[in-house]
């Protein structure tokens, strides 16, 4: 569910008129709804109620202080992976004691900024990290609390890019050299070893790997606490959301009129079939959401420029590009892209949409079914408010988008559109080649 639907023929977010903040801002520009984060953060921690719970937003999928503060606001810890995360995280004001920090290559310096503002805890990747972290927490003379990434070899039947918890992926220890590990780290004396963790891959649709996961895991963590006194268990975050039917998912009708057998994922049958798993283990259970946190809570607003019409093609040329939102480019993925002004009037018109870019790659959907659009007219990527601006760049010279945050009727630019003074502002001619 979430908040962006139409009021008569206007795309609204809650009770702002996407195109009023399309013309007050410019585009490209990413819309954020507070309501449609503060339900799925809601949601999640009433599905798994009666745990121990913690919820670390992972702040991967949206980093902007604004969103950051909201979260905090609503209880919630992060899921941090690199020393910038940290020090977002203290910017907006939240909370580094209820946090945790991952990733597979933590620097030195990352170490210490965590261990100096009380990191709730280090989920491990390897052994040498262990041993970094214990010297690092060893100089300045503390004890480093530590959970271990195990990889629990499950498929997640996700995309391959963001699959993270097959035995050939990058992260964590196996399961089978778990207890190894764990061994190893509790001869560090600058090591406290304080819970185990797991994350198996993100934009998950079915609860059977979740389930398969925490079922294979569940034994060995209880090993741990027998042993160890561990204090929690992170079993990650990859909760899905949904792309194709993205505006229609925003009504309670939608779902009601989806078949249970094939009902996406909701925050209600995870914590539904989870819950009675994890409540015996009388641990603290810790989640790492991100995707589910703000995914359907974005769009990215766009303007037409061209209408291409060619031999059997036609080419709907936007605004916004590759640069903006990559997850087409990269994981070839679908995003609706609705009109902000709906005319149910008005020819279909059967296009590709691509933005200005010079790549092929820069291309957001083939062949769509669209309402035809004109130029000036605005259109709404939905779905974009997890991956969206912090995977953009500034490829061909592009400014960073602007982003708005929207709660009830007020809207408020967290992120102004970069200028081209800003972009170049660290560059330099050298002296040898002027002269
Ligand atoms: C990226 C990541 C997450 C969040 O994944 P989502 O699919 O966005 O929920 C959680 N935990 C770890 C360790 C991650 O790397």
């Given at each position: 569910m979430h908040h962006f639907h139409y009021a008569g023929s206007n795309l609204q977010c809650e009770n702002v008129d996407l195109a009023e903040i399309a013309r007050l801002y410019?585009?490209?520009?990413?819309?954020?709804?507070?309501?449609?984060?503060?339900?799925?953060?809601?949601?999640?921690?009433?599905?798994?109620?009666?745990?121990?719970?913690?919820?670390?937003?992972?702040m991967k999928a949206n980093s902007s202080l604004a969103i950051l503060r909201h979260f905090a606001n609503l209880g919630a810890g992060f899921d941090l992976v690199s020393g910038g995360e940290v020090r977002r995280v203290l910017a907006a004001g939240g909370d580094i004691k209820r946090s945790v920090f991952a990733g597979v290559g933590k620097t030195e310096a990352e170490i210490e900024l965590a261990l100096k503002n009380d990191i709730f805890a280090f989920h491990v990747e390897s052994e040498p990290e262990i041993a970094r972290i214990n010297h690092v927490a060893g100089k300045l003379g503390v004890k480093a609390p530590i959970a271990i990434r195990i990889n629990p070899d499950v498929d997640a039947h996700t995309h391959a890019k963001i699959t993270t918890g097959k035995s050939?992926?990058?992260?964590?220890?196996?399961?089978?050299?778990?207890?190894?590990?764990?061994?190893?780290?509790?001869?560090?004396?600058?090591?406290?070893?304080?819970?185990?963790?797991?994350?198996?891959?993100?934009?998950?649709t079915s609860l059977a790997p979740f389930v398969e996961a925490v079922k294979k895991v569940a034994p060995f963590v209880t090993d741990l606490k027998a042993k160890y006194g561990i204090t929690y268990w992170s079993i990650g975050g990859g909760i899905g959301i949904i792309y194709k039917d993205a505006l229609a998912s925003g009504s309670p009708e939608w779902w009601s009129a989806q078949p249970a057998d094939t009902r996406p994922l909701t925050p209600e049958a995870y914590g539904e079939a989870l819950t009675p798993l994890l409540a015996p283990l009388g641990l603290k259970i810790v989640l790492e959401p991100g995707r589910y946190m703000v995914g359907n809570a974005g769009v990215l607003l766009s303007r037409v420029e061209y209408l291409k019409r060619g031999k059997g093609k036609n080419f709907l040329i936007v605004d916004a590009a590759m640069n903006d939102l990559v997850r087409p480019a990269m994981y070839d993925s679908f995003h609706e892209i609705v009109p902000l002004h709906r005319d149910t009037e008005r020819p279909a018109?059967?296009?590709?949409?691509?933005?200005?870019?010079?790549?092929?790659?820069?291309?957001?959907?083939?062949?769509?079914?669209?309402?035809?659009?004109g130029e000036g007219e605005y259109i709404a990527f939905m779905s974009?408010?997890?991956?969206?601006?912090?995977?953009?760049s500034r490829y061909n010279t592009r400014n960073m988008a602007a982003e708005v945050l929207v709660q009830g009727g007020a809207s408020d630019l967290i992120n102004a559109r970069e200028t081209f003074e800003q972009q170049i502002q660290n560059e330099k001619l050298p002296a040898f080649l002027t002269k």
């Open positions: 410019g585009t490209p520009t990413y819309v954020y709804s507070a309501a449609t984060m503060a339900d799925n953060y809601n949601r999640l921690a009433s599905g798994l109620k009666g745990l121990d719970l913690q919820i670390c937003y992972a050939d992926n990058k992260f964590g220890i196996p399961l089978a050299h778990a207890a190894a590990a764990y061994e190893a780290a509790a001869r560090f004396p600058h090591i406290q070893i304080k819970g185990a963790q797991m994350h198996i891959g993100s934009q998950l018109l059967v296009a590709d949409v691509v933005g200005p870019v010079c790549e092929s790659g820069d291309c957001f959907a083939k062949d769509r079914p669209l309402q035809s659009v974009a408010g997890a991956y969206g601006y912090t995977m953009s």
